[in-house]
C-alpha cells in the first residue's frame, strides 16, 4: 500500500501533514498564512484560510495535470477561391467548437488561473479517427453538419480541422488560491468537505466538494476533475435552516449539522446528479444536547454533540444514508473525521492531542479503542548545527518538546502558565523533578536587569556534571543515576549575560575553565577536547561514550513559543490510506524510544572493526571445531543409504473416462533420497473400478507444473507430465479445505524442486507467466529451448510458482521484474522467492511483502421489450437468462454470484456499471435488436432488447517477493530486453498509465529496481500496449488500434523526440506489440498475429504488415527475437484448452518469421514473457553427406510442431 498523507492544522493556523510511512508531522511550509481547517482527498487537500478564501493544495505527481483545448476551423467551398472562411450566413462560425454552435476564436481562450500556464502555441492535428490526414489536418464532408472524412471527394463542399493547444497546470504541491466567482460572490465560508470520487470513475478524478458560510448557506463546487482541477463554480444549494459544518464521503454519503443541533441527509445523491434531490432531517444523539461536528464516510457516521461525547451511527449504506439509530462511544472529542476504509480520527478536547480509531475492520465499523498519534513535528528538531548523520550516529533525539511528558503531565499547565514569554522551562526536558524547583525558581522575584529568556545551547560536559551534583545534593543519593547528564547554556546579550529563571550559571561565569561547544556530536573529539581544557569534574571512567552524550532536549525558536504538547484544531484523514494491516509507527511510547536511544548509545562502544574481528574469529574457531569433530568418523560407513518417507491422504479425483465427474480415492506421495543426496518421488492415486483396485502413479521428476484451479464449489488442482499436457488432460485432484490443498501444493511443488535440483530464487533468464486466475509462474530455459535445428520441446518445461497475484508481468536479463495487478497498482520483483502459501523451507525470510489486489465482478441484467408492458425481464424461451455473464450462457444473478475464489472477499455493494464499451443512457442501459447483438448507448425504433452491467469490487490479500511501487496505476510494462553480457546502468522502462498516458521510468538499476520517478511523454490520444527493443526502439498502440513509433530514444534521450505513425493491418485494429532484436510483432482485436517487414536500423519504423497466425492472444519477443504466444483454441489428444504457451520454432536471423509453433502448457494462461531469456543457444552442425567419417545426426526429440495457424 503507497504512502498517503493525514492532514491537521494546530491552534496557531500551521498545516502539518503525517505520512502513513513517516514518523513526524510535517509542516507545510509554503502557506503564507494560517487556516482554519483542510479536508484531503487521495490526490489533492482543499483549505480554508484565515482570508476565508478556498485553497488548494495538489500533490506532486510524475504524471502532469494537462487540458487540451480545442476548437474548429470551418471553410466552405465556392467556384471562384475553392475552400475559404467565406460561409453562408446560415452556416456555423468560422472558428467554432464541434457542434459549430459556440464562436471560439483562438484569441478567446484565456488561463484559468495563475496556476495554469501554456505548453505551447496552437497546432493543427493531422490525425483523423487514429490515422493521419494528408492535407494538413482538414476533413471534407458534403455539408454541416455532416460525416467527415479524410479523402476529398468531387461533392465535398465544406471541410473542417481541429486546432489542439494544451495548458499545464503548475502550482503542484503549494496552496493555490481559488479564484473568486465573478458573477455573484458566495458569502466567505466557515467550512468545508471534499468527496464523492467514488460515486462515478467518469470523468476522471471527480470530486464533490462542499462548502458552508457564515450565514449558514451550502454551496457546490461544479466541474473538478483531474483535468479541472479547480473547478469552475459555486452553486448554492437550498436547505431547511441555517448549517454550521458538513462533510461529504468517499461515497454518495452527505450529513450536515443545523445551527440548532439538528442534522440533515443529502438524498439522491449519485452519477447522475452528485448534488443530490433533497435534505432528510435526522434527530441529534441527546434530546437536550445538539451535536457540533459530523463526519461520514463510506458506510458509517460518526458525531460529535455538545457536551464533547462521540456517537457512531449504525445501519448506514447507500440505500438507507439516514441509518437506523445512534451508539455512544467512549472519548470526548471536539473534532473528528472518518478517512479511506472507514477509518477515524479526533482532535481530544482535554489534551488536544489528535486520536486514531483501532480496530476499524469491515466487520466492526466502530472500532475497538481510541489511540493517541504520538510523533513529533518536524519544527520541534534541533537548530544545532549538528547534522542529521551525527545525531543519529550518537543515539541524541534532539526536540523542542518534552520528552518526558507522560511523567511531567501534571504540570503542564502550569508550566505553560510560568514560561516567559512563551517559552517552556528548559528543565522540563530534563526530569519532572527538575522542572517542579524551575517553577519554584519562577515564582521568587527575578533579578533586576533581567533580559529574555535566551536560547539554550550545546555545551560540554562539566557544566553537565555540576547540574548533576547540585541535583544530588537536593535528591536521594539512589535517585541520582537516574538523571540524565544535561547540556545547556544560557546565551545573552555582550558581556551581560542572566541565567534564565531555574537553570544554574555556566562554569565559566563562575571561574571555571571554559568547556569547547560543540557544533558536531562527535564522541571522541568532544572527550579530547575536555582532557585538554582540563575539565576533570567527571571520573575518568565516567567520561565514556554514553556519558558524554547529551540526551536533553532543547528548546527552539519559535515565533508561537515552545509549545511542550502540539495543541491541534483540526484533523483530515479523507486521503489517508489506511486498513486493518497496516503497519504505522505514529504510535511509538516516548519511554520505549528513550530506550531504543539509550541501546543505540550502547552500541557506539564497539566499533565495526572490532566487530568483524570478533565474528571472523567465532567463525574460525567453529571451523576448526568441525574439522576435528569430523575427521575421527571419516572412515566410518553410512548407516542410511536409502530413507524413504510417505505422506498419505484422500482426495477427489476427476476420473479420465466418460462419463466425467468426481469420485473418492487415496493419493499417496512417496519420497526417497539416494546416497548422494538427491531426491525423487512417486504420486500415487488409488481407486476403484468395478470393485477392483487400481492405482495410477506419475513420476515427481516428471511433473512439470502445479496448478491451482479456479472451481467455486471446489479447492482443486491440477497436476501435469509432458504426456498429459500433449493431451491437454491434466491430473485434477480437489481436497477436503482450501488448506489442505495449500499444504498438498507446496508440498508437492518442494518435492519436484528437489528432484531438479532447483532452488533458490528464479535466475535472471528465467521465463514467466501469468494464469488467467493470477498466479505467477516461472520456469528456467535449458540450454536446448532455442537450439537449432532441434530444440527441447516446450511441454518439457518445469514450472514453479512465485507467490502474488498479477494480471502482467515483463522482464529482462539482468533481474529487473515488473508486475501489473488487476487493480492496476505496480509491483517491482525484489529476488525472494515463495510467498502465498509457500512456507518454511519453500520461501525466503526477507524480500517477502503483503500484496493486495482488487478486481471486479460482471454481472448483467436483460430485459426483452413487448407492447404491453414495454422492457420487462421477461423474455422468450430462446433467449439468455434475465440475469447472467457476458455471454448470456450461465446464470448468474446478485445473490448466488460469488468472488473468484475463497480468497477474495467483497469489498463494495452490487452498483450499476456505466463505462461500458458502446455508451449507455442514464439508467447503465444498452440497447439491441436482439441477442447477442452489437449494443449501443441509446434507443432506437428497432431495438427489441436491453441489457445492463452490474459490478461489485472485490480484494484478495496475500503476500510474494513484489514491492509496490507508487503512485500511478499502470495497464501496461515494458523493459529493455537487455543481452546476456549487457553492461546497461540506467535500464529503460516504459510505461502506460491506466488512463492512457505514456510513461518512461527514471532510475532503474540493477540495485534499485523500482526506480524514483516517472517522466512523462506527451501524446495526442491514450495509449493502450507499449514495448521496447533490444536497439531503444519504443513502439507503441493507442486505444484507436493504430501503432506509432517512438524516434530518438536513447541513453542520452531517454524519452526521445517525437511519435511516428505506422499504418495499421487493412481493417484491423491492434491492441498489443512486442518488440526483440530486430523483430516487431503485434496482435490485433480479432486474434491475429502480425509481423512487421523491413524494419532496419535505417529504416527502423519497416515496410508493411505480415501475417504469421490466428488465435493469438498475446506475443512476447525476446531480446534475441525469439517468440513466444499465449494461444487460443489448441486441439489436443483429449480435449480443446485455450490460453496455452506456446513456442515459435525455427526462428533464425535470416528467418525471422519463424516455421511452426510448439505447443506448450495449457489452458487457462494468460501472459507469457520471455525477454529475460538472453542465452545464446547452441547450434547444432549437421554433418556433411560428402564426408563419410562425420557422426550421423540424432533423430530429433519427440515433439509436437504444427502448421504456422494454430486451429
Not at 466502530?366 to 498519534?373: H, Y
Not at 466418460?658 to 533420497?673: C, N, R
Not at 507499449?1026 to 517512438?1046: E, K, L, M, P, T
Not at 490466428?1110 to 519477443?1117: D, E, F, H, L, P
Request: a negative charge; hydrophobic letters at 35%; aromatic letters at 10%.
Amino acid at each position: 500500500m503507497p504512502a498517503s498523507l493525514l492532514w491537521a492544522v494546530d491552534v496557531y493556523g500551521r498545516v502539518y501533514s503525517l505520512s502513513t510511512a513517516g514518523q513526524q508531522w510535517e509542516q507545510c511550509r509554503d502557506a503564507q498564512m494560517e487556516f482554519k481547517r483542510v479536508t484531503a482527498a487521495q490526490q489533492c487537500c482543499w483549505g480554508i484560510a484565515c482570508d476565508n478564501g478556498i485553497y488548494l493544495n495538489i500533490y506532486a505527481s510524475d504524471l502532469p495535470i494537462r487540458y487540451q483545448e480545442e476548437t474548429y476551423e470551418n471553410q466552405r467551398w465556392n467556384p471562384v477561391d475553392s475552400f475559404s472562411d467565406r460561409l453562408l450566413p446560415s452556416d456555423r462560425w468560422q472558428w467554432s467548437d464541434v457542434t459549430g454552435l459556440q464562436h471560439q476564436p483562438l484569441d478567446s481562450f484565456q488561463l484559468p488561473s495563475s496556476s495554469w500556464e501554456w505548453e505551447g502555441d496552437w497546432y493543427a492535428d493531422e490525425n483523423f479517427e487514429g490515422e493521419p490526414t494528408e492535407t494538413g489536418g482538414w476533413t471534407y464532408a458534403i455539408d454541416f453538419p455532416a460525416t467527415y472524412t479524410k479523402d476529398k471527394k468531387w461533392n465535398s463542399c465544406v471541410r473542417r480541422r481541429r486546432w489542439l493547444r494544451y495548458r499545464r497546470y503548475k502550482a503542484m504541491d503549494s496552496w493555490a488560491k481559488i479564484p473568486s466567482q465573478q458573477t455573484s460572490l458566495p458569502d466567505p465560508f466557515s467550512d468545508i468537505s471534499c468527496g464523492g470520487w467514488e460515486v462515478s470513475e467518469e470523468p476522471r478524478g471527480r470530486l464533490s466538494l462542499w462548502a458552508v458560510s457564515l450565514q449558514g448557506k451550502v454551496w457546490f463546487r461544479e466541474g473538478i476533475y483531474h483535468n479541472n482541477p479547480e473547478g469552475s463554480l459555486w452553486d448554492d444549494i437550498l436547505l431547511p435552516g441555517e448549517v454550521v459544518q458538513i462533510s461529504c464521503g468517499p461515497g454518495d454519503l452527505v450529513w450536515a449539522v443545523l445551527w440548532e443541533g439538528q442534522l440533515i441527509v443529502r438524498e439522491g445523491v449519485g452519477r447522475d446528479c452528485p448534488k443530490g434531490a433533497s435534505w432528510a432531517v435526522v434527530e441529534s444523539p441527546s434530546p437536550d444536547v445538539g451535536v457540533i461536528h459530523v463526519a461520514v464516510g463510506v458506510n458509517v457516521v460518526w458525531a460529535v454533540t455538545k457536551d464533547n461525547k462521540v456517537w457512531f451511527r449504525r445501519g448506514v449504506n447507500s440505500h438507507n444514508p439516514c441509518g437506523s439509530g445512534w451508539i455512544s462511544m467512549v472519548g470526548e472529542m471536539i473534532t473528528i473525521n472518518v478517512g479511506l476504509n472507514d477509518q477515524v480520527w479526533a482532535v481530544s478536547c482535554e489534551d488536544r492531542a489528535v486520536y486514531f480509531r483501532q480496530g476499524v475492520t469491515s466487520c466492526e465499523l466502530s472500532g475497538k479503542t481510541w489511540r493517541v498519534v504520538n510523533v513529533p513535528r518536524d519544527g520541534d528538531r534541533s537548530h544545532s548545527s549538528a547534522s542529521a548523520a551525527s545525531v543519529q550516529s550518537a543515539g541524541c533525539f534532539f526536540s523542542g518538546e518534552v520528552c518526558a511528558q507522560s511523567v511531567a503531565s501534571d504540570v503542564e499547565s502550569d508550566v505553560e502558565k510560568g514560561s516567559l514569554d512563551g517559552a517552556s522551562c528548559p528543565a522540563a526536558a530534563a526530569s519532572p523533578e527538575l522542572c517542579v524547583d524551575a517553577l519554584a525558581d519562577q515564582t521568587s522575584e527575578p533579578p533586576a536587569g533581567a533580559h529574555k529568556p535566551r536560547i539554550p545551547k550545546v555545551t560540554s560536559d562539566s557544566f553537565i556534571s555540576e547540574l548533576v551534583s547540585d541535583r544530588e545534593q537536593r535528591k536521594p543519593s539512589g535517585d541520582a543515576g537516574a538523571v540524565a547528564p544535561a547540556v545547556l547554556e544560557v546565551e545573552g546579550e555582550g558581556n551581560d549575560t542572566v541565567p534564565s529563571a531555574g537553570v544554574a550559571p555556566s562554569p565559566s561565569q563562575s571561574g571555571g575553565p571554559a568547556d569547547p561547544q560543540w557544533s558536531n556530536v562527535d564522541l571522541e573529539e568532544a572527550q579530547t577536547q575536555q582532557a585538554q581544557a582540563g575539565s576533570a569534574v567527571l571520573d575518568s571512567a565516567d567520561t565514556s561514550s554514553l556519558s558524554s552524550v547529551a540526551t536533553y532536549t532543547l528548546a527552539v525558536e519559535d515565533p508561537y513559543g515552545a509549545d511542550e504538547h502540539p495543541m491541534w484544531a483540526w484533523v483530515s484523514g479523507g486521503g489517508c490510506s489506511v486498513d486493518s494491516h497496516s503497519q504505522l509507527n505514529w504510535f511509538n511510547s516516548l519511554n520505549a524510544s528513550s530506550l531504543v536511544q539509550s541501546i543505540q548509545s550502547m552500541s557506539l562502544s564497539v566499533s565495526p572493526a572490532q566487530t568483524a574481528a570478533w565474528r571472523r574469529q567465532i567463525f574460525e574457531q567453529l571451523s576448526e571445531r568441525t574439522k576435528r569433530e569430523m575427521d575421527n568418523f571419516r572412515h566410518y560407513e553410512q548407516a542410511i543409504e536409502q530413507s524413504v518417507w510417505v505422506k498419505k491422504g484422500t482426495m477427489q479425483w476427476w476420473r479420465d473416462w466418460k462419463p466425467h465427474k468426481w469420485i473418492d480415492v487415496h493419493f499417496a506421495l512417496e519420497q526417497f533420497s539416494g546416497p548422494e543426496g538427491n531426491k525423487d518421488g512417486i504420486l500415487f492415486i488409488y481407486y476403484n473400478y468395478y470393485e477392483e483396485k487400481k492405482y495410477l502413479h506419475a513420476f515427481v521428476n516428471e511433473v512439470t507444473i502445479l496448478v491451482p484451479v479456479l472451481n467455486d464449489s471446489k479447492h482443486t488442482f491440477a497436476i501435469y507430465t509432458p504426456e498429459r499436457t500433449k493431451q491437454r488432460w491434466p491430473i485434477r485432484l480437489a481436497a477436503a479445505t482450501e488448506l489442505e490443498m495449500h499444504d498438498w501444493l507446496a508440498l508437492l511443488s518442494v518435492s519436484c524442486c528437489d528432484s531438479r535440483s532447483i532452488q533458490g530464487p528464479p535466475s535472471n533468464q528465467a521465463i514467466w507467466s501469468v494464469t488467467c486466475k493470477g498466479d505467477v509462474f516461472v520456469s528456467e530455459p535449458s540450454a536446448g529451448l532455442e537450439a537449432i535445428p532441434y530444440p527441447t520441446p516446450c511441454d518439457q518445461m518445469f514450472w514453479r510458482q512465485v507467490g502474488g497475484h498479477l494480471r502482467t508481468v515483463e522482464c529482462n536479463s539482468v533481474g529487473i521484474v515488473w508486475g501489473i495487478g488487476y487493480d492496476h497498482t505496480a509491483w517491482a520483483y525484489t529476488g525472494g522467492y515463495g510467498g502465498g502459501f509457500f512456507q518454511g523451507l519453500a520461501s525466503s525470510t526477507d524480500n517477502i511483502f503483503t500484496q493486495t489486489d482488487a478486481k471486479s465482478v460482471y454481472i448483467y441484467e436483460n430485459q426483452r421489450w413487448n407492447p404491453v408492458t414495454g422492457y420487462t425481464n421477461r423474455g422468450l424461451p430462446t433467449d439468455r437468462y434475465m440475469w447472467s455473464d457476458a455471454s448470456g450462457l450461465h446464470e448468474c444473478t446478485k445473490a448466488n454470484s460469488k468472488p473468484p475464489s475463497p480468497q477474495w472477499t467483497w469489498v463494495s455493494d452490487w452498483s450499476i456499471d456505466y463505462s461500458v464499451s458502446g455508451g449507455t443512457d442514464r439508467e447503465g442501459w444498452q440497447y439491441a435488436a436482439d441477442f447477442p447483438a452489437s449494443y449501443h448507448g441509446y434507443k432506437t425504433i428497432r431495438d427489441f432488447v436491453r441489457r445492463r452491467r452490474w459490478s461489485r469490487k472485490c480484494k484478495l490479500t496475500t503476500t510474494g517477493p513484489w514491492q509496490e511501487v507508487p503512485p500511478i496505476p499502470l495497464s501496461d510494462v515494458t523493459i529493455l530486453p537487455c543481452g546476456a553480457q549487457s553492461s546497461v546502468d540506467v535500464v529503460p522502462l516504459w510505461g502506460i498509465s491506466n488512463k492512457g498516458d505514456v510513461l518512461c521510468r527514471q532510475g532503474v538499476t540493477t540495485l534499485t529496481p523500482a526506480g524514483f520517478s516517472w517522466l512523462h511523454v506527451g501524446t495526442d490520444q491514450p495509449f493502450k500496449s507499449i514495448s521496447i527493443g533490444a536497439a531503444s526502439q519504443v513502439w507503441a498502440v493507442a486505444r484507436d488500434g493504430s501503432a506509432f513509433y517512438r524516434g530518438s530514444v536513447s541513453a542520452e534521450s531517454p524519452a526521445g523526440d517525437s511519435w511516428y505513425h505506422i499504418p495499421s493491418p487493412a481493417k484491423q485494429k491492434l491492441k498489443q506489440v512486442s518488440v526483440g532484436r530486430t523483430s516487431v510483432y503485434a496482435v490485433d482485436e480479432n486474434g491475429n498475429l502480425w509481423y512487421r517487414r523491413g524494419v532496419t536500423p535505417s529504416y527502423p519504423q519497416g515496410s508493411s504488415w505480415e501475417h504469421i497466425s490466428n488465435n493469438v492472444r498475446k506475443v512476447s519477443v525476446g531480446p534475441l527475437d525469439q517468440v513466444w504466444i499465449i494461444a487460443d483454441k489448441v486441439q489436443g489428444s483429449h480435449s480443446l484448452s485455450c490460453g496455452t504457451v506456446c513456442h515459435r520454432l525455427g526462428v533464425q536471423p535470416l528467418e525471422p518469421k519463424g516455421q511452426s509453433w510448439d505447443y506448450g502448457i495449457g489452458g487457462g494462461w494468460d501472459h507469457v514473457t520471455v525477454r529475460g531469456n538472453a542465452t545464446e543457444p547452441p547450434r547444432l552442425q549437421l554433418p556433411s553427406l560428402a564426408d563419410p567419417s562425420s557422426a550421423v545426426p540424432p533423430n530429433p526429440p519427440p515433439g509436437r510442431n504444427a502448421e504456422a495457424n494454430t486451429t
